[in-house]
Nanobody, 127 residues
Framework: EVQLVESGGGSVQAGGSLRLSCVASGYATREYCMGWFRQAPGKEREGVATIYILNGRTEYAASVKGRFTISRDIAKNTLFLQMNSLESEDTAMYYC????????????????????WGQGTQVTVSA
């Protein structure tokens, strides 16, 4: 059974940083795309960053490019999202997701084609 467990969310002031983690189990992560998606109240879910585990290729939403970094530790089956220079607009529930190859990294996308999801971790940025 595939499981994704996120952690690292919290409340920070604008300009601050957070690092999200997602531990994956139940499958061979190298054969997957993984990504971070977020959903704010009243808004549609949006892709933040995606990565192809095997070669590390990444894609970012325009709104976070240069501020967020997605990375993975293959040995620990863990996905990360380093978020710097946080803005109030980044406030949302953040979800980790995985999709087996063949998979698509291109953003923007809402992740409906990703098969597996974590429970989410809340990020709140105050102005």
């Amino acid at each position: 059974e595939v499981q994704l467990v996120e952690s690292g969310g919290g409340s920070v002031q604008a300009g601050g940083s957070l690092r999200l983690s997602c531990v994956a189990s139940g499958y061979a992560t190298r054969e997957y795309c993984m990504g971070w998606f977020r959903q704010a109240p009243g808004k549609e879910r949006e892709g933040v960053a995606t990565i192809y585990i095997l070669n590390g290729r990444t894609e970012y939403a325009a709104s976070v490019k240069g501020r967020f970094t997605i990375s993975r530790d293959i040995a620990k089956n863990t996905l990360f999202l380093q978020m710097n220079s946080l803005e109030s607009e980044d406030t949302a529930m953040y979800y980790c997701a995985a999709d087996p190859i063949p998979c698509i990294l291109t953003l923007p996308r809402n992740g409906n084609d990703y098969d597996y999801w974590g429970q989410g971790t809340q990020v709140t940025v105050s102005a």
